[in-house]
C-alpha cells in the first residue's frame, strides 16, 4: 500500500454514479480512501490525491505534499491510470491530464476536503 490519501467525492452527483464504487473499491486495495461529502465541482466522480514526496535537502527533508484534483474519473480507462498515479508514482497520462481541476475549483475542492496543497 503506498503512503498516499485518496479522497473521492461523494455529494449529490457524485454518488449518483456508479463508477464512483468501483473507484473506491479498485483504489482502496492500493491506498488510503477517504470519502466526503461535496466537493463543489460536481462532475463526478471528484477525487484528490493528496501524495507526499521528498524536498531537497535546503528543505530539510520535509516531505512536500503535491495534492491533485481530479474530475470526470469516469472510464476503465481513467480508473487504471488514476490506480497507476497512485501505486507507482506515475505522472499524470494525457487521459488525466484533460482531467484536472484548476484554479478557485481546486482550491475549493482542497478546502473541502481537508487538504493542503
Keep these: 500500500m503506498s503512503n498516499d490519501k485518496v479522497t473521492v467525492c461523494r455529494g449529490g452527483d457524485c454518488r449518483k454514479r456508479s463508477e ?58 481513467e480508473r487504471r491510470d488514476l490506480e497507476a498515479m497512485v501505486r507507482d508514482g506515475a505522472g499524470t497520462s494525457d487521459r488525466l491530464k484533460k482531467r484536472v481541476v484548476q484554479g478557485g475549483k481546486r482550491s475549493k475542492a482542497l478546502k473541502r476536503a481537508g487538504v493542503s496543497g
Design 20 to 77: 464512483t464504487k468501483d473507484l473506491i473499491r479498485h483504489l482502496a486495495n492500493i491506498a488510503d480512501v477517504e470519502t466526503s461529502g461535496c466537493l463543489g465541482i460536481c462532475r463526478g466522480p471528484v477525487v484528490v490525491l493528496n501524495s507526499s514526496t521528498k524536498t531537497s535537502k535546503k528543505a530539510g527533508n520535509k516531505p512536500a505534499v503535491k495534492a491533485t484534483v481530479i474530475a470526470r474519473v469516469r472510464t476503465p480507462k
